[in-house]
């Protein structure tokens, strides 16, 4: 913010020394590990940046980083973030949570947040399941998985599309990467921050405790076979006809993005003239 | 020479009777007197039915009194809908287009005065003239409005309009004034009071909370409409901008209300303004800034509920849910304001409180004060601003480090050495989260701590006067109160007033002093289950004679209905 110049991090540097909760071998770890390789390779500065979530095992990690970070309620990091980027447009935002925090109890933030196109970056962490309450079904969740008291027959629900929805929402970037791929996700996260207006990265994050099949997403995920579009009905179809397991940017669009405040051309004094009979 | 007249207008959405009062009413500005309008409407969104009151008088007025003077009528097509708003008795008025049809019964019963004037038919006499115009005319004729004062409003008002309007407008006015020359004055304009020369504002409820919570320092406010409180929203976008700040529209409440937390996380003095559905909506992130200690101001411009209850009418009904609807043990600031022209103090002053004690504040005003238009005395910046305690960067940060006074230095984003998480989880010092039995206890203590240990000064309450007697009260009941109050005094009762402007934290040992002496109170509040009495029952020591007087909106409390309760302990 001086304008000194800024001391080289590097990727540790924006850890912090606070001992993640998660079960060992969740998906999430090598997740924070891509944020901070990513933060890292971005050059930015920890108290220029602000990693903001709601509730969830994913939704922990601001606390494992060293930058300001905000843990909210279930949901709503969309529109935290919102409102600290729009109040201070200068700061790096990224948001960061589940599927079960993003697309269901905060799906609405997250169809008007691709919609506004601030510029700030969320990343999903995908396990098709609500780690944090112990594995009840959420919006990813395939309709036949019965491995949950809540839902012992299957939801019987098609998944939520996240990506079409952001694409059809219009978000301006938009990836998927694998947790199991920490520097292809790092790229992935520092292509998203870089690009002007909404980026959306959803990782396929496994859950190892509720969802151990998903270990095999190792072997099913490939790289996407094509470049990234700007052309959203390409894009659209795409993803149409996508079966989850495509890596790499999908979407990069031109969106305008909000404009930041104007410099105050007013006064209180002048503001009160109009009350003034 | 009267201190006060009334005036109710009616008619379909076409009449205009709204343009009508607000003129009169700025005719009592430029005649330096003050006054207020209020205004009514059916259920339409647009056109239908509507009804414009004004009162003005020699002193601020804060109340639209008990019986009209005058109501008059340029159809009868709503006058069912209106007639428990527009009080008339045997001392009223009622002027009449006989074209209209028969004159109801509930006028009838009234025992007002009737007096026909041919509105409509005169109305066609003039070119370009319209029925509103004239019927200002007859009424400036019946007040016994000065001329010039007239003359002198509608080029105020419609000057702009061009010249050919303006003439138009002042011809109808001309003749209207002509068509009651029979009648005759029926009532006096009130003439002004000594004066001091100060500026008058012409203001709404809900442009005072925006005034005031831009003169607190908010420069970031989150936006979802809601009748009666879109209009802080709406006054707020323009001016926020011009103040170098934003306003963002959010897609809901749940939203609306973390955007603020956010844009106060990073530091700008953040605000959103709501009803009670949005406010519910709201409650559970209210919490999270309570227990990340992110200041945070919410504007509730009450109506009637619960649920979609009566949005264009006003209650006191949200007591309960501003006071008790967070979960969880939750200490934060409640306000009420009590006037038209005090929405911009206590929104200001809140601003202050939440900012000082960083934790979130509820400003309660609702649609009868939010709504109305008032001529008010400029109010007087208090000088309250947001001054956040913040980290100086000297010792190792630690976010929510268990201070004597309970608030802890805040870093914002940006500032280095400062990082740390906000965190609605309970915490340790460092902001770590922890479910230890040690630090919940001790956070819980920080955060009451902050309310308790602050000095609210002398703006906790308004009170006036002395005596065995007092009427406690708040918000926007205040004003009919005040008025009854005085009615007591002239029959030589004296009354206490106390009304409250700070809700919560609770003001237990002021209180004590507020009502030393009293022997009798009688609690007034716009609301059905007497959620304010309960309220004080629950915090504070009351006189072993309490009385009660409580009614539900949509119909405002009128001073009449206060002094009958307070003729029974003459
Ligand atoms: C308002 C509210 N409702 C419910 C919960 C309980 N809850 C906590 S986390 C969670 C779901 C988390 O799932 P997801 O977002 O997918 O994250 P994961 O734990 O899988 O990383 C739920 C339902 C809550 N904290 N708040
Ligand atoms: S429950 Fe699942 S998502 Fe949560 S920490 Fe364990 S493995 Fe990760």
């Known amino acids: ?277 | 020479m009267p201190l006060n007249v009334s005036v109710a207008l009616t008619g379909a959405g076409g009449a205009g009777v709204v343009t009508a009062g607000q003129i009169l009413l700025e005719a009592a500005a430029v005649a330096r007197l003050y006054g207020i309008m209020a205004r009514s409407s059916g259920p339409q969104i647009r056109g239908g039915e509507s009804a414009a009151f004004v009162r003005l008088g020699r002193h601020p007025v804060n109340n639209l009194g008990n019986a009209f003077d005058i109501h008059i009528a340029f159809d009868w097509l709503n006058v069912e809908r209106f007639a428990a708003e527009i009080p008339l008795d045997t001392h009223s008025v009622v002027v009449y287009d006989p074209s209209a049809g028969n004159v109801p019964e509930v006028i009838h019963h009234s025992g007002a005065r009737l007096i026909e004037v041919p509105l409509k038919d005169i109305t066609k006499e003039v070119p370009g003239g319209r029925v509103n115009m004239v019927g200002l005319g007859a009424l400036a004729t019946l007040l016994d409005l000065p001329e010039g004062t007239m003359a002198a409003t509608l080029e105020k008002v419609l000057g702009r309009k061009g010249a050919e309007a303006l003439a138009a407008s002042k011809a109808a006015v001309a003749a209207g004034r002509a068509a009651a020359k029979e009648i005759g004055a029926v009532r006096h304009f009130p003439t002004a009071g000594s004066d001091d020369g100060g500026d008058r504002w012409s203001i709404t409820g809900n442009a005072a909370a925006g005034m005031g919570a831009v003169r607190g320092g908010v420069r970031f406010v989150a936006a979802y409409p809601i009748t009666p409180a879109t209009e802080v929203l709406e006054w707020l976008a323009p001016n926020l901008e011009k103040l170098g700040g934003t306003l963002a529209q959010a897609e809901d409440e749940l939203a609306s209300i973390n955007m603020a937390i956010g844009g106060s996380f990073g530091g700008v003095p953040s605000l959103t303004a709501t009803s009670g559905p949005g406010l519910a909506l709201m409650m559970e992130s209210i919490g999270l800034a309570v227990a990340s200690e992110v200041p945070v101001v919410i504007v509730d411009v009450q109506r009637g509920g619960p649920s979609t209850g009566i949005p264009t009418k006003s209650e006191q009904s949200d007591l309960n849910i501003a006071v008790y609807g967070l979960h969880g043990d939750a200490p934060h600031i409640v306000t009420a304001a009590n006037s038209v022209s005090d929405c911009l103090f206590t929104t200001q002053w809140t601003v202050h409180l939440a900012e000082k004690l960083q934790t979130a504040a509820i400003v309660l005003s609702d649609q009868s004060l939010g709504q109305t238009r008032a001529i008010v005395d400029r109010p007087a910046d208090a000088g309250f601003t947001a001054a956040r305690k913040l980290y100086d960067g000297t010792e190792a940060y630690r976010r929510y480090a268990l201070t004597e006074s309970g608030v802890s230095p805040m870093a914002v984003p940006g500032q280095a050495g400062g990082e740390y998480v906000a965190d609605g989880l309970e915490h340790k010092p460092l902001g770590t989260p922890s479910s230890q039995t040690e630090d919940h206890q001790a956070q819980l203590d920080k955060r009451a701590r902050k309310l308790v240990l602050h000095e609210f000064g002398d703006h906790w309450a308004e009170i006036e006067g002395e005596g065995e007697v007092a009427v406690v009260t708040w918000g926007s009941s205040t004003g009919p109160s005040r008025e009854a109050i005085a009615m007591a005094a002239a029959d030589g009762m004296k009354v206490r007033l106390v009304s409250l402007r700070l809700l919560a934290p609770v003001q237990t040992r002021p209180f004590a002093e507020a009502l030393d002496g009293v022997s009798k109170v009688l609690v007034v509040e716009q609301s059905h289950s007497r959620q304010f009495y309960h309220y004080l029952r629950a915090h504070f020591d009351l006189p072993d004679t309490v009385r009660v007087f409580n009614q539900p909106g949509p119909l405002p409390i009128r001073p009449n209905q206060v002094y009958f309760n307070l003729r029974e302990w003459r």
Not at chain 1, 73 to 90: D, F, I, N, Q
Request: glycine letters at 10%; aromatic letters at 8%.
């Open chain 1, 1 to 277: 913010m001086d304008g000194a110049e800024a001391p080289i991090l590097n990727a540790k540097d924006f850890k912090s020394d606070y001992k993640p909760v998660w079960c060992p071998g969740c998906g999430d770890y090598s997740v924070l590990s891509s944020i901070t390789k990513a933060l890292a390779e971005l050059g930015v500065r920890r108290e220029d940046t602000a990693i903001i979530s709601g509730i969830g095992c994913s939704s922990r990690i601001p606390a494992y980083t060293s930058v300001y970070g905000f843990h909210g309620v279930h949901g709503r990091s969309l529109a935290l973030a919102t409102g600290l980027k729009l109040a201070r447009p200068e700061l790096t935002v990224l948001a960061t949570g589940g599927d079960g925090d993003g697309f269901s109890i905060g799906g609405n933030h997250f169809m008007h947040a691709c919609r506004r196109n601030v510029d700030i970056t969320y990343i999903v962490m995908d396990n098709q399941v609500y780690g944090m309450t112990k594995g009840q079904a959420s919006p990813t969740t395939h309709p036949d998985w019965e491995g949950s008291k809540l839902t012992p027959h299957g939801t019987g629900i098609n998944p939520f599309q996240p990506l079409a929805v952001a694409l059809a929402a219009g978000a301006n970037f938009i990836a998927r990467g694998f947790s199991g791929d920490p520097n292809g996700v790092a790229k992935l996260i520092v292509e998203a921050v870089q690009h002007p207006g909404f980026s959306f990265v959803q990782i396929l994050s496994p859950c190892v405790t509720f969802r151990p099949e998903q270990r095999d997403w190792k072997s099913m995920h490939r790289q996407a076979a094509v470049e990234a579009t700007s052309d959203p009905s390409r894009a659209g179809k795409r993803l149409m006809s996508d079966d989850g397991m495509n890596m790499g940017v999908l979407y990069v669009g031109q969106r305008p993005v909000p404009a930041s405040p104007e410099r105050p051309r007013a006064t209180l004094q002048d503001i009160e003239r109009s009350f003034v009979i």
